[in-house]
Structures are given as structure tokens and as C-alpha cells.
């Protein structure tokens, strides 16, 4: 009896666990739940049995996140109406279901069906229209990235497709572009992908996916700050630079690997992770406040263009912004050091204006005594202002806002010095003379 009692048992074990294993071969996992196939349509079944195939990349990165486990497919974001724009037909759509069109072009538009706060919240940021402006719709920029950067000024004719090179491998894959369609609605070779401002055929504006990269989507992804690192680097913007020199960075370098980086949105919180990252302080839920898609929502000061000023209109509130932004740095600081740090950046600011203030007097000055080239580029005057505000500049004051005291002061306020001083040479000479120099002293490598 016992010996039978047990084997029973045993039976019983082998069953459970053989129905276990065979409902985890059939149910991928995602983000921790399992997709099931069986629930979608028979026609969005077919995407993904296919693309399996064809694909499989895109369909296994797919089923690693958590949309797909909501049962959200290849099927609502890619099929299109026939009237749509960017309707086309892909290989397998046109010999399977000649009714359907699908589109590899997926704007925001799409994901407001089902998230609109976050869309509504994202559009009124400036990574929707105004990071796409200076790409789309500014012709000083169009004289720089055709004419300078794309070699017109060197001989290479207006329209030939060399001229684009520079804009579609640079400014295009930040700030984003406006879609263009050949006669098939696919996309041109030059105007997809891009970044964070695209503009759809459409009429959806932004990439949601420079943050949560497809086709995983996930959120984890998009609280790291390598994920904002792409666009955020270099030598006019080195945000994740300063970061990584900020004493919230190096918590993160040291030990983020063992931070919760997948609570849900407006309950990640303090303990999940002991220092914020880029997304903590500028979109996150922390405390009391929530999260929010609108990166402009908690600044204070303009600190990307040559003079900063208080946020205010399309720019944000830039006294609500601070208020916002404080209440970040209560769940971790005392009052005594957020007034410091803030007391810090407000200096900085004050300082570097001083300095671009005297700056643009020289120029108004040099300029009513004709004493300015026209190509600002190949006038030393000229070149040594621009580094001044969109080099050297942003660094020490997007160093000071962040924590950054190398770029602070060696990477800004030691060369902002520097090339005031060299500056106001030039200006005294050109007064004395009343002649240009015959040649530029600055090095077109730029001082970094
Ligand atoms: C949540 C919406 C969503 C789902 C679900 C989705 N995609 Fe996408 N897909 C996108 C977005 C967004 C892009 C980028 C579009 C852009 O940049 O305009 C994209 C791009 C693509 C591209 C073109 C880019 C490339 O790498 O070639 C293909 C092909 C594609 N998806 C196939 C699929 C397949 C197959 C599935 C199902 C397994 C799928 N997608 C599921 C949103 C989605
Ligand atoms: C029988 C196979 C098959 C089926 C079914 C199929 N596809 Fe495709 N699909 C392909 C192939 C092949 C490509 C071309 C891949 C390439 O360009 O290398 C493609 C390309 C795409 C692209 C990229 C843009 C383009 O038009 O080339 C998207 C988006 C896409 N498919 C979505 C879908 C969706 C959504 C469904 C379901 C409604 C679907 N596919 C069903 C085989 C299939
Ligand atoms: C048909 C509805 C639908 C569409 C269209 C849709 N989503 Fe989702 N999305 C969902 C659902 C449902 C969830 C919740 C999944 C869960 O948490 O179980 C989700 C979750 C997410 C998440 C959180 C993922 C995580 O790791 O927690 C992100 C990010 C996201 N969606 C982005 C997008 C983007 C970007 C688009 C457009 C390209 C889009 N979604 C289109 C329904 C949709
Ligand atoms: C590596 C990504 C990257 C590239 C490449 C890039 N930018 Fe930017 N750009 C940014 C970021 C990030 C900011 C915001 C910096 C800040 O907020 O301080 C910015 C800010 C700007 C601004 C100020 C914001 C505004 O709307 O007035 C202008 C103008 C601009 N970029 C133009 C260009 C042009 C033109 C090119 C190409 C010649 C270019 N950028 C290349 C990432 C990039
Ligand atoms: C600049 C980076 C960035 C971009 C671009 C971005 N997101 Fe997010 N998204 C985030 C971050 C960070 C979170 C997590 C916020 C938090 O911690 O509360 C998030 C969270 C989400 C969530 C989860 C919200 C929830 O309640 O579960 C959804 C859905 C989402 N994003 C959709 C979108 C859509 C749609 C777009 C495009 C319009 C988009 N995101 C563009 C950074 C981004
Ligand atoms: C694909 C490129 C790209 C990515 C990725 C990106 N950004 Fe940006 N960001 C930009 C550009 C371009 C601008 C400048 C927009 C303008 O002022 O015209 C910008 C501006 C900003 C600003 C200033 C907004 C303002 O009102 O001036 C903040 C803050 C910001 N980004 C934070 C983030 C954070 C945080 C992340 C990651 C979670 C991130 N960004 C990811 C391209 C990007
Ligand atoms: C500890 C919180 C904190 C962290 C972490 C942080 N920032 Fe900031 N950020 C700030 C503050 C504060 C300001 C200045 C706000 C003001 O104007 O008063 C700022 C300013 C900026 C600006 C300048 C906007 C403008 O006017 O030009 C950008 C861009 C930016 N941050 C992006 C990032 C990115 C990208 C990361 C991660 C690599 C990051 N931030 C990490 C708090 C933070
Ligand atoms: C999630 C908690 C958290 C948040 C939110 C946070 N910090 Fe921090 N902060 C820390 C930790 C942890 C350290 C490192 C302390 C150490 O290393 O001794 C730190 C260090 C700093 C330092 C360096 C102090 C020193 O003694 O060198 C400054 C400055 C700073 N934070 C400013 C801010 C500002 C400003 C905000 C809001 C915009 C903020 N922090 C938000 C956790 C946080």
C-alpha cells in the first residue's frame, strides 16, 4: 500500500510538471509573462509566424517585452488604412491578405490609440516640434549642413547627394527629419530613420523609440541613462559625461547593476536605486510627483542657447520648473544642500552671461565699424564667440546644473576665459588698425 501510495505520488509529479513544461514551450516569455500566440487573430498570428522566419530578430526582441505578453502585436502598430499615406504592402501581406496594408513607418499617432497621456505629454516637450525645427524648417542651419559641412562651399554642385551626407549621418539622427515617400508611400533613402523630432506623413511627430528601442519597448530601458547617452554627448552637450562624473553617477557605474529598474511607472522610488539617473530627475515619479513624458516640464533656465534666460512660453515656466525640480532632490537631500547646489548653478549662470554679454558688445561694435567678415566661419572674431556659447559654454553651465565640476571649470569657465581673452585681442587690434587680421589664428579642430 505504502509503495503504491508513493508511486501515485510520483505519477502525479511527472504529470504536473510535463503540463509545466509543455505550457512554458508553447508561451514565450515577456518582461516576465507569457506570450500567447494562441490569443491573437489569424491574421496577426500570420505576421509573426512569418516574420519568425523572415525576421526572426525583430520577432524575438518583440516577444522579450511586455506589449507582446498584453497581446499587443506586429498587427496594431504596422497595419495601416488603405487611404493612409504610407500605405503599402509587404511582400507577404501582398500574396497572403491582398486587403491589408502595412506600413514600416509607425508614428506617435499609433501609440496615442492606446497611450495618449504619455503622447499628449511628449508632444508639448521639446522633443517633438522644436527638436525637429532646426533640421526642417531653419534656413541658417540648411546654409551650415548643405553649403559648409555638405562641401558646396568647396565645389560640390547644389542637389548633388554628397551635400546630404552630413545632415542625414548627423543632425538628422538626433533632432529627426520630415519622412518622405517614394511612389510605393515606402520611405526615401535619405529622410528615415532619424531622431527624437521625426515628422510622419501622418501629421504624428516624434520617435518614441530613441528612448524604448523596438521592438522590446521597454521602460527599464529608457530609466538607464544610456539611453538618453546617444544624443546627449560630445562637446556641446556632454550630458553623459557629467553624469558619469556626478556623484549620482558613479552610485550608478558602482553598483546600478543591482537596482530595481522595472517597477511600475510612479512607483520606482527611492530603494529601488540609492541616486537618480537622467530620467529620475527630468521625467520619473519620485515621491510625490509624476511622472511625465515632458522633458522641459522642470527646468528653470534656458541653458542651450547663447544667452539663458528664465523658461518661459513654448520654452516652459521656468519658476514652476525649479519648484518641480526641487521637490526631486527632497526625497534624498536636505533643504541646506539643494539650496547650495542651486545656489551654485544660479552663479554660474550669472557668471557665464557676464562673459557672453561683453562678448556680444565687442561684436555689435566690430560690426557697426565694419570691421566683421562676412563668412563667420573663417573670421576669428566670429569663430571664438560661437565656441564661446555652444562649446565651452554649455559645459560649464550644463556642468554646474548636473554635478560636473570638470566640465565646470576645465572643459568651461578656464576656456571660456581663455577665449574672452583672445577675443578682446582681436577686437583691440581690429579698433587700432581699423583692418581685419589678413589671417584666422583659430584652429578650425575647434579648442575642445
Ligand atoms: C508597439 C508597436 C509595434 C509593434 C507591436 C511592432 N512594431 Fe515594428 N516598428 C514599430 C516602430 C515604432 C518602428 C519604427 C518606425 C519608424 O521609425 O518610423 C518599427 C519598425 C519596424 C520595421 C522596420 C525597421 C527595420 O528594422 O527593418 C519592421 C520590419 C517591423 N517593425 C516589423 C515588425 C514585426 C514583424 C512585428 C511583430 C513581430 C512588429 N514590427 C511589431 C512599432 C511596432
Ligand atoms: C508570408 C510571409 C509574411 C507575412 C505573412 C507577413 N510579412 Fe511582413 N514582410 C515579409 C517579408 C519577406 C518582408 C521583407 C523583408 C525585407 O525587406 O527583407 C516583410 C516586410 C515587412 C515590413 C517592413 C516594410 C516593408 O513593407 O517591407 C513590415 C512593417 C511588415 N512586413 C509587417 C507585416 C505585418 C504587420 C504583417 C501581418 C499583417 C506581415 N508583415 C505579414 C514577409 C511577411
Ligand atoms: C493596441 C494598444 C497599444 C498600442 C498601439 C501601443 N501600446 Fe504600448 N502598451 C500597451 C499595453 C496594453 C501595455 C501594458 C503592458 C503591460 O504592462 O502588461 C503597453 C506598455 C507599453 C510600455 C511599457 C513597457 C514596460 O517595459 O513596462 C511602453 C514603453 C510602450 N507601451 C510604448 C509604446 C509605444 C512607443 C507605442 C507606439 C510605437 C505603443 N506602446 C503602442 C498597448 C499598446
Ligand atoms: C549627437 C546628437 C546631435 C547632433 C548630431 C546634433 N545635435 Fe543639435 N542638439 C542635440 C541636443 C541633445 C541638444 C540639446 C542640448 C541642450 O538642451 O542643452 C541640441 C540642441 C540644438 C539646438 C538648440 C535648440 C533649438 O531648438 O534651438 C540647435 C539649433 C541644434 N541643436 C542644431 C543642430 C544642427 C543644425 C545639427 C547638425 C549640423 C545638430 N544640431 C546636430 C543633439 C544633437
Ligand atoms: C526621452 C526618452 C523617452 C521618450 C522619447 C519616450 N519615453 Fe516613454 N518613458 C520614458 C521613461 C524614462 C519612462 C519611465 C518613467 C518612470 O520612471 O515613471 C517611460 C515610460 C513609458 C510608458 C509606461 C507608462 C506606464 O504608466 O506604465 C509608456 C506607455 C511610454 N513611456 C510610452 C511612450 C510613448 C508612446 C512615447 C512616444 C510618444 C515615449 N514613451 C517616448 C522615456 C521616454
Ligand atoms: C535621439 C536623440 C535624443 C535622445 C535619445 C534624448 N534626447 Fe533629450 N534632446 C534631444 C534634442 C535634439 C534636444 C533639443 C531640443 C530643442 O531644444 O530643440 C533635447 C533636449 C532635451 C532637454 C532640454 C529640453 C528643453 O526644453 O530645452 C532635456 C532636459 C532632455 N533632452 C533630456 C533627455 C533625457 C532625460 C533623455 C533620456 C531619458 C533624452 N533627453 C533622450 C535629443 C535626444
Ligand atoms: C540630479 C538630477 C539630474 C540628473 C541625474 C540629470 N539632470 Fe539634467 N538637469 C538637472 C538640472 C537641475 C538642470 C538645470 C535645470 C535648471 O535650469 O534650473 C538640468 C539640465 C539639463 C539639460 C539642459 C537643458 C537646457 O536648458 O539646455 C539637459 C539637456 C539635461 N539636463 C539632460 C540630462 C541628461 C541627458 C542626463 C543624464 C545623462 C541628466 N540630465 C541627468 C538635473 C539632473
Ligand atoms: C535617489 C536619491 C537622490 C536624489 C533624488 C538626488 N540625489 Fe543627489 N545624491 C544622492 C546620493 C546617494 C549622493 C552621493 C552622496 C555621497 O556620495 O556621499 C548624492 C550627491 C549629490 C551631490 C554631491 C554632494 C557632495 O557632497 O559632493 C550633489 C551636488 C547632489 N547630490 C545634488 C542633487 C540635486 C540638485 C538633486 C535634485 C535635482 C539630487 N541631488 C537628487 C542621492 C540623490
Redesign the pocket.
Known sequence: MEGFKSLSGLCLCLLVSLVLLSTAAAAQEAGGKAVNLEGLSPKARRCVDCHAEKTPGIVADWKAGRMAAAGVSCYDCHVVRKDSPMASQCEGVREEMPAVYTSALVS?KT??RC?PS??EQ??RSA?ARLAGAPVIEKEKYKKLFYEMEGGEFAGIPKGDPRTLAARQAGCQMCHGIEVKLKADNRPTDDSWPGG?GMRYPDGGI???T???GRHRFS?AE??KPE??AKCHMGPDHPNIEIYYESSHGKRYLIEGESWRWDS???E?EPGDYSAPTC??CH???IGDLS?T?N?TERLKWDLVHPRSVVRSGERGDGEKGRALMRRVCGNCHSKVQTDSHFAKLDRAVGLYNYYYDGAQRMLKDLEAKGLLKEDKWSDAFQELNYYLWHHAGRRARHGAAMDGPDYAQWHGFFQIFQMYKDMEEIYNWRIKNNRIEPLSPVMSTAPY
Open positions: 506617435p501609440c496615442r497611450h504619455e503622447v511628449f508632444g522633443h527624437i516624434g520617435n518614441c530613441v528612448c524604448h521602460m529608457a530609466r539611453a538618453c511600475p511607472a510612479g520606482w530620467a529620475t521625467m520619473s515619479g511622472p513624458h522633458v
